[in-house]
């Protein structure tokens, strides 16, 4: 330990020598943090080096997960952890006079994500690296990530988030491996001796350039890597332009060809189907599809082995053209025949499902995706075809289900449709959501294929979202259990031993109580908010969404207010209200949230009656790097969507694993976690998916009724339009009311608050009280710890493997071994 922490030292001088030409003293911050993550970066790479050799030697099989999101956070300290040389590194960098906690903060978030779909994706390559599974993560080195959130006059301000402008000392450009993608044009198909040949004329090329980014498991050996694809003009200037003196003509197929990984797209669970996205789409798919044969090929001379060595994942419909252009590409480049190109794509797509929202459903107009994608279109048409055939010998004469399944239909090519038709597995991400999609989402394609469905439900890296966020607790649950469960999820079972230890118990909450601190001491420093940590810290924070229901949150905010100001005596627990959420720029309903809750933060956190009972507070720009200091302070997690429509929830699993107790419906993943920690450590109300399917069916419900009947929800629901909320440019909060009321489109109430809110009201009173009963809630709250063994990471990839990748299973033959 001494002598790591000495060749620590060594190595953070003498890269600030050698990359920056500076000594300690006169270094700036930035440079110490890029000296002190490339001495980091060396001790992974030794390892990734050696592991993509050895797993190509082997014939190892391979996992491309392929994503539009990988949301990464930061990586420094959390592969300090993984390294197991955290306290080296801390050590090191004290001795130095430097802290770590001032040089992690100089590391810009890799927010290449909108919310839970791209952090699993980060999750997941955390989990395919420490269980040794060689695993490529794909997909487009956005120069811009998701936006950042200012709050601004009461309002949500978008800033453009440019994470690479300090350069990225974890990537390594990989010109070697660059290739070429064609958009446009037109096809010709002529017919030689050897067959039919395709030639694409006229179409317009982009150059795809990878950067590599390491990302290190726990202990181990093989580090997973992540490919992240750049668009580049094929040429510079265009010198037969410039020539001429048409300079903007001559830097705009440039600018034309860049602009495809310049942003990621903000909207989270909606679909637009905007050109410039299917672009996005294409581009990285192709590139990442087109690696993957040529090193294939390279190696072992002959593609018929692909799917032996590969299994692709599917993230969402997103990367779906990676099928049809696989297809192509053994098709059109590599001489196969159809069946047999079709055989080996269907053996190695696989799709995961992540949204039960129809609005999410992508969908592409075929006007615009044939001009844009000429070649691909006519394959997906192939396919259509031939899956109708086989639809028709399933269903024979049912036009109309045939019509609904089909790929292309309305002039709309369905990627889900495409997905299903050719994947060998279909999934959901957690139990309820499997059996969603199974029931209703895709049910005649579960008639017809059974087999293609199942569930898997999500799972967190607690590398990053215990280890990592939570050091006390992780050092807490060491001293008792040792430290096997940071490897081997099924030893967090050793902690409900413990439940019944007062010292632990204690301990924890001590724990807890620390992590508030620390939460309240961000607060101050970043936002200027004060918090007082001896309230209960209730958590709403996830992105923004009505089915997420804040707005249900928020009017129960309203209600104790409510309460207080008609009896300033009444009891009702202090708490502190923490919401966290960013709202799709161009969604105005959410937008709208937003205000409201920033305006009954206002109202509430001034009025003497209740400012020291309640406070509402709102972080600013949630995101991976504030996410790890509020989740482990958290005492009570809002898990409050309407039941039927979050698909699994992974924000739920981080509260429950850092002690949180979970207030919330039966949906997603909320069921797992009821089944884990039992009724007596968990507080559930509300409709369950079967009361909301049978009024969506008979059009039963009537929010106006529980309007008039409830005057708790009469008087909250008043005070978006009496006057009571401060209000900023004369922007009232009447169209909230009136969507909760009389609806949009005749569909009043679409999410069912006011249905559940009495319920809701009810189980909240149920929940403070128990706070209320502290040695109780220690015991609540340290179950929840105990019982999150199973939403580890390492067991949804254990279960990926088991039942869709099969990889480690294969010993190279001498036929066909490789060839390096
Ligand atoms: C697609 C096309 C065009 C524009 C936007 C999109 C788009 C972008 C993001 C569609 C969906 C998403 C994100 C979906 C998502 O994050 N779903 C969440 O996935 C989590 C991981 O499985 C689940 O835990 C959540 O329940 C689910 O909402």
């Known amino acids: 330990m001494e002598q790591n922490k000495e060749k620590i030292k060594e190595d953070i001088l003498g890269k600030l020598k050698r990359h920056f030409g500076k000594t300690l003293e006169e270094a700036t911050k930035d440079q110490i943090y890029k000296s002190t993550a490339l001495s980091v970066r060396d001790r992974i790479l030794e390892k990734w080096t050696d592991a993509n050799r050895q797993a190509v030697l082997q014939g190892q099989k391979r996992v491309y997960y392929l994503s539009a999101e990988f949301l990464m956070g930061r990586a420094l300290v959390n592969n300090m952890v993984n390294l197991q040389l955290m306290q080296e590194y801390q050590d090191a960098l004290c001795d130095l006079g430097l802290n770590l906690a001032d040089i992690e903060e100089q590391e810009h978030d890799a927010g290449l994500g909108n919310g839970g779909l791209g952090r699993l994706a980060a999750c997941f390559l955390d989990s395919l690296s420490t269980l040794e599974f060689p695993a490529t993560g794909c997909s487009i080195r956005y120069e811009y990530g998701l936006f950042k959130q200012r709050l601004v006059d009461g309002e949500q301000v978008e800033v453009n988030d440019n994470w690479l402008e300090k350069g990225n000392v974890w990537e390594i450009a990989r010109p070697e491996d660059e290739v070429e993608v064609r958009f446009g044009g037109q096809i010709e198909e002529n017919w030689t001796a050897d067959g039919l040949k395709i030639n694409h004329r006229n179409y317009y090329s982009v150059m795809a350039m990878p950067y590599d980014y390491p990302v290190i498991g726990y202990d181990t050996d093989m580090p997973a890597t992540l490919r992240l694809w750049s668009a580049r003009a094929k040429t510079g200037l265009d010198m037969h332009y410039f020539n001429r003196g048409d300079y903007s003509r001559a830097v705009q197929e440039r600018e034309i060809a860049e602009i ?78 159809w069946d047999e190109a079709y055989d080996i794509a269907s053996r190695m797509f696989n799709y995961t499902n992540h949204t039960i929202l129809s609005e999410a459903l992508e969908r592409w107009n075929v006007d615009m995706f044939r001009e844009l994608l000429p070649r691909v279109y006519q394959i997906i048409k192939v396919i259509d075809e031939k899956f109708v055939g086989k639809l028709w010998e399933i269903y024979p004469g049912d036009w109309d289900r045939i019509n609904k399944m089909r790929i292309i239909a309305d002039n709309e090519i369905r990627m889900a449709n495409l997905c299903i038709a050719v994947c060998g597995k279909v999934n959901g991400v957690s139990q309820l959501h499997g059996e969603i999609i199974k029931s209703q989402t895709f049910r005649d394609f579960y008639v017809a294929f059974p087999d293609k469905f199942l569930g898997i439900t999500n799972g967190i890296t607690h590398r990053r979202w215990l280890a990592k966020a939570n050091q006390d607790l992780t050092n807490l649950l060491v001293d008792h259990i040792g430290p096997g469960f940071i490897k ?36 101050k420093r970043t936002q200027n908010i004060e918090i007082n940590p001896d309230t209960i810290y209730d958590v709403h ?16 905010v309203i209600h104790l207010y409510n309460v207080l100001k008609e009896n300033p005596h009444a009891h009702v627990a202090p708490v502190t209200f923490i919401f966290a959420a960013k709202a799709a720029p161009g969604y105005v309903r959410a937008k709208d949230i937003i205000r409201l809750i920033l305006a009954v933060g206002e109202m509430v956190n001034n009025d003497p009656v209740t400012r020291d009972i309640l406070k509402v507070v709102f972080i600013e720009n949630y995101s991976v790097s504030n996410a790890e200091i509020l989740i482990p302070a958290a005492d009570i997690s809002e898990q409050i969507s309407t039941a039927g429509l979050e698909a699994s929830g992974t924000g739920n699993m981080k509260f429950m694993m850092n002690g949180a107790v979970t207030l919330g419906t039966m949906d997603g993943a ?141 010993e190279p033959t001498p036929q066909d071994g490789p060839n390096i």
């Open 670 to 810: 909320n069921v797992e976690i009821y089944d884990a920690v039992g009724p007596d450590a968990i507080f559930i109300f509300g409709a369950q998916t079967e009361d909301i399917a049978k009024m969506e069916r008979f059009g039963t419900y009537k929010p106006s009724e529980y309007y008039e009947q409830n005057v708790n929800i009469r008087n909250a629901l008043n005070r978006l339009i009496d006057g009571s909320l401060p209000v900023r440019n004369d922007k009232q909060f009447s169209d909230l009311y009136h969507s909760l009321l009389f609806g949009d489109y005749n569909r009043a109430d679409k999410y069912y608050l006011l249905y559940d809110f009495g319920s809701y009201d009810q189980t909240y009173l149920n929940c403070t009280n128990a706070y209320e009963n502290k040695d109780h809630w220690k015991y609540m709250a340290a179950k929840n710890t105990a019982c999150s063994g199973i939403f580890c990471a390492d067991r949804t990839i254990q279960e990926y493997n088991d039942k869709i990748w099969h990889l480690h299973e294969l």
């Open 260 to 337: 495809i990984s310049k942003v990621l797209y903000p909207e989270d669970n909606h679909e637009q189907g905007r050109m410039l996205r299917l672009r996005q789409f294409y581009f990285f798919t192709s590139a990442s599809i087109q690696h993957m044969v040529s090193k294939h090929k390279a190696v072992f001379g002959d593609l018929h082995t692909l799917p032996k060595y590969f299994t692709l994942q599917i993230n969402d419909t997103h990367p779906t053209v990676a099928i049809p252009e696989l297809i192509r590409i053994l098709l059109d480049e590599e001489g196969f025949g």
């Open 488 to 523: 081997d999820w099924e030893q967090f079972d050793r902690i409900k031993d413990l439940l019944d230890n007062q010292n632990f118990l204690n301990d924890f909450m001590e724990v807890k109580h620390k992590n508030k601190v620390r939460l309240a001491d961000f607060l």
């Open 541 to 556: 924070a996830k992105r923004l969404h009505e089915y997420k229901r804040q707005l249900l949150k928020i009017l129960h």
